[in-house]
């Protein structure tokens, strides 16, 4: 702990994660394996209509059911919760349906019993009067129904409070942005405009371990242990819901088994919650596989661009109309909205940008937050839309794009400066580890092969809070206390190198407690790629308090700076015995956010950081049946300096094969509001034989404000997969994909359309 001592490198080494040996030998702590005495379990029952008023619901013959402790409908919740609706940003989701239900799969009833099997049985026994009313499952029909999903707005939180009471309408949130002068005129001007529309659908999140929470009732209060990102904001809204001081709520999160958005804000907790406090005992929720697809989805979106340039194929003028399909309540919706509305006209140095991104309510489950925040479904659009103009204008697609990146230190559309984030290094390393412009084998006979590539960017998430805790003991240990949720992506091994560099100790001797309300201080959520930029910042803060305290302690017990009495010494001498400890706290909120205006969205300091990031790949086309292979995909990365190598890769890796599979294979299917794919059997992820063969590449650099260098990477590697797998069909067989996902039926369809053969529709 002083200058005479060799500094232990813990920042840029490859530390094995540190739970991993508690995984693969099945000793972690997971919600799903917990077990209180005298425990109830809850099934619930759902809505069969996907748009309807409630006349009635007996739940007479499910009560008198043996084993049956109890059944609990929305008014039975109000007896516990008097306005039982929650929401992160809009209070307009019913912890059970009241009056109306909104979807398929909407949670109306629940059975709790001591057995789970009784409780699935009796579920069955429900029965509910519908009065049907005229669903909209589109969203661009959404626009113009004359079906309303909810009657008025209910926003949540004071920034968007102008919405509150607004009716007649399926627009949940609008967002606009407008950069330079005048768009229309600009136009006008252009020597070329081209115009497009893309569309994504829904997906799902998928994590491996489903939704779960216990509730315990407690002298004190509440217990909640459950699977969940945001353990601060479970602890607030529970609060608010009941009324209740925050003290009286605890949240603990152990380990999740992923969780990519789909264990954001609340999902069972109110539920779970308010059924505990009127069952008076402990009560657990355990969605199955088949619940998650109708609990969260990923947001399908329309996506419209229209592009005007100059006669030297410089971009002037861009236009984005954005509707995102966030089903039947807010959730974060309205953020995602904004947040990757924001920055629909790509990492491209336009001078007039018009931006409209609006959050549609439809007669669909929830969309929430997913690997990428909405950024997958733009750069969908807006990379394919520039492949697009380049091939019409007959312009290599990287000489076009070098024609337009954004610069840094050029103004990006949202006004706030492009700084220590380098699109053009990006671009040059994808083209490089692509080959690109060196020739290249097109295959033979019926099998071609194609090339193609993309780039996008992301503003981080701002603002937004982490505090910490660093307990540094005796024993020359120390204990990190932070409510960052480690859902696979390391971020405690993470966090105790950061902990570790500070105060010159091996990783292995920093221990880190896991979230839990009553011992770990705030954390806005584990979300956006935000926790290594922030909750790193508060843990090195807090490392370098208890540090400095620690020197304090020296000083006050006679140690001369730069000595080598050991720790344990110095609580020796003030304690009598080796024992005691100091404690570092710290809170990090990154400098200078300017919200941005609200009716241009410009901002001189959106971001704390940009995230920048690349996907080349390289496929292989079937043309008797459409197939598409994908041989090879190229991820590179504008990470900062990477706290663990290893981690990042895998991070990388990981979020590419998962957009993959959003590509190639994963939808949602929908027969009037019912999911018709909810399981492995018929939903397919990927599988080891889907994998490419996949290389990451990451920029050298260091994130000027970031902790030791550091910003997020976990979002960076889904960002472009889709579009450049789409370039690349193109470059193979000369169609082009407008829809995901890309599967045989669609290539071929479009082959056969180009040749003028369409193929009727069944």
């Not at 307009?92 to 979807?103: G, W």
């Not at 019993?113 to 026994?125: F, G, I, K, Y």
């Not at 807090?542 to 001369?560: P, S, T």
Request: charged share 20%.
């Amino acid at each position: 702990m002083n200058d005479q001592i060799t500094q232990i490198r813990a920042v840029g080494q490859s530390h094995p994660r540190r739970e991993a040996r508690e995984k693969v030998t099945g000793r972690i702590e997971y919600i799903h394996n917990l077990r209180l005495p005298n425990m109830l379990y809850g099934k619930i029952f759902r809505s069969t209509v996907a748009h309807a008023r409630i006349v009635s619901i007996d739940t007479s013959e499910a009560a008198a059911c043996p084993g049956v402790d109890m059944v609990l409908t929305g008014e039975d919740i109000r007896k516990i919760m008097p306005d039982p609706h929650f929401g992160v940003m809009f209070h307009d989701q019913p912890v059970l349906a009241l009056d109306k239900v909104r979807y398929v799969g909407e949670p109306v009833a629940i059975v709790l019993a001591s057995d789970p099997n009784v409780a699935a049985e009796a579920v069955a026994l429900i029965d509910v009067d519908y009065d049907e009313l005229e669903p909209v499952f589109d969203e661009m029909e959404a626009l113009s129904a004359e079906t309303f999903v909810h009657d008025e707005l209910k926003p949540g939180i004071p920034e968007i409070q102008f919405l509150k009471g607004v009716r007649d309408t399926n627009v949940g949130f609008p967002y606009q942005l407008r950069h330079g002068g005048d768009v229309d005129k600009a136009f006008e001007e252009a020597d070329r405009v081209f115009e497009h529309t893309f569309r994504t659908h829904p997906s799902a999140h998928v994590p491996l371990e489903p939704p779960v929470t216990v509730a315990e009732p407690t002298g004190a209060g509440l217990t909640l242990h459950t699977a969940n990102q945001s353990p601060s904001f479970v602890r607030y809204e529970i609060s608010r819901l009941l009324g209740w001081p925050q003290h009286k709520i605890r949240v603990r999160v152990p380990y999740l088994g992923g969780g990519f958005g789909a264990k954001l804000w609340i999902r069972l907790e109110a539920l779970v919650a308010a059924a505990a406090l009127l069952a008076k005992r402990p009560v657990k929720v355990s969605l199955s596989m088949e619940e998650q697809f109708y609990t969260i989805t990923k947001h399908g979106a329309t996506l419209k661009i229209k592009s005007g340039l100059d006669k030297d194929g410089r971009i002037t003028a861009r236009k984005c109309e954005v509707f995102w399909n966030g089903g039947a309540y807010a959730d974060i919706g309205p953020a995602v909205a904004f947040h990757a509305g924001m920055t629909a006209a790509g990492p491209y140095d336009i001078e007039n940008v018009a931006i409209d991104s609006f959050s549609m309510y439809t007669n669909r489950p929830v969309a929430g937050a997913m690997r990428g925040f909405g950024h997958p479904q733009l750069i969908w659009a807006y990379e394919n839309h520039t492949d697009m103009m380049a091939h019409e204008l007959g312009i290599d697609p990287l000489e076009f794009r070098r024609r337009n990146i954004l610069r840094e230190g050029k103004e990006h559309a949202t006004g706030t400066a492009l700084n220590t984030s380098s699109v053009e290094k990006v671009l040059d390393r994808v083209a490089e580890r692509l080959q690109w412009g060196k020739p290249f084998e097109r295959g033979e006979g019926t099998v071609k092969r194609g090339r193609g590539f993309a780039i996008g960017i992301k503003a981080s998430i701002a603002p937004s809070t982490s505090e910490a805790i660093v307990r540094l003991g005796a024993d020359g240990s120390a204990t990190l206390m932070c409510s960052s949720v480690d859902m696979g992506q390391g971020s405690d091994t993470a966090h105790a190198q950061i902990v570790a560099e500070v105060l010159n100790m091996p990783v292995e001797m920093v221990h880190v407690v896991h979230p839990d309300t009553d011992v770990t201080p705030y954390d806005t959520g584990t979300l956006g790629s935000r926790s290594l930029y922030h909750m790193g910042h508060a843990a090195r803060l807090a490392a370098e308090d208890a540090k400095a305290k620690l020197e304090e302690l020296a000083a006050e017990v006679g140690a001369q700076p730069g000595s080598n009495v050991p720790i344990w010494e110095l609580f020796a001498r003030k304690n009598g015995m080796p024992v005691g400890h100091v404690v570092g706290t710290a809170s990090f909120i990154p400098d200078g956010h300017v919200p941005p205006d609200p009716m241009t969205g410009q901002s001189p300091h959106i971001t704390p950081y940009w995230m920048l990031g690349a996907t080349g790949a390289e496929v292989e086309i079937d043309t008797e049946t459409g197939r598409v292979t994908v041989l090879r995909m190229i991820n590179v990365a504008d990470t900062g300096t990477q706290i663990n190598p290893k981690i990042v890769d895998h991070q990388i890796s990981g979020a590419s094969i998962m957009q993959l599979g959003q590509t190639m294979q994963e939808k949602v299917h929908f027969d009037f509001g019912q999911v018709t794919n909810a399981s492995f059997a018929d939903y397919k992820i990927p599988s080891m034989l889907d994998i490419p063969q996949i290389e990451t590449s990451i920029l050298d650099g260091a994130e000027a404000d970031g902790p030791f260098g550091a910003k997020g990477a976990g979002e960076t590697g889904s960002f472009c997969v889709s579009s450049a797998i789409a370039n690349a069909v193109f470059d193979a067989v000369g169609v082009r994909v407008s829809e995901m996902p890309i599967t045989g039926e669609t290539v071929y369809r479009a082959m056969r359309a180009a040749a003028g053969e369409p193929l009727e529709e069944e």
